[in-house]
């Protein structure tokens, strides 16, 4: 059975930063490209960031280009998002999902319609 389980959510004030952590369990975990998503009350869900199945290409969505880096370390079939200088318009609830490796190389590398496995999601809350 495959599960995604994203932790690292909380409270932080602008200006902040915080890790999350999605661990991946039940399938071949480096034969994957990984997404995170965020979606906030009352609008859609949207891409922030994937990275490719070895980690070496990586993809941001421009309201989070330079404040966020995504990673993974396979050997523990992990993948982290570092948030920092965290704005308002950040919050949202975070979720990790899987895809076919290559679709990261491809126009619809945020099209959350081709992940496949979703986790349930980590709440990040941004405000003074």
């Known amino acids: 059975e495959v599960q995604l389980q994203a932790s690292g959510g909380g409270l932080v004030q602008p200006g902040g930063s915080l890790r999350l952590s999605c661990a991946v369990s039940?399938?071949?975990?480096?034969?994957?490209?990984i997404g995170w998503f965020r979606q906030a009350p009352g609008k859609e869900r949207e891409g922030v960031s994937c990275i490719s199945s070895s980690g070496g290409s990586s993809y941001y969505e421009s309201s989070v280009k330079g404040r966020f880096t995504i990673s993974r370390d396979n050997a523990k079939n992990m993948v982290y998002l570092q948030m920092n200088s965290l704005k308002p318009e950040d919050t949202a609830a975070y979720y990790c999902?899987?895809?076919?490796?290559?679709?990261?190389?491809?126009?619809?590398?945020?099209?959350?319609?081709?992940?496949?496995?979703w986790g349930q999601g980590t709440q990040v809350t941004v405000s003074s």
């Open positions: 039940g399938f071949p975990f480096d034969d994957y490209a």
């Open positions: 999902a899987t895809a076919p490796p290559i679709v990261i190389f491809t126009i619809n590398r945020m099209d959350a319609t081709k992940y496949d496995y």
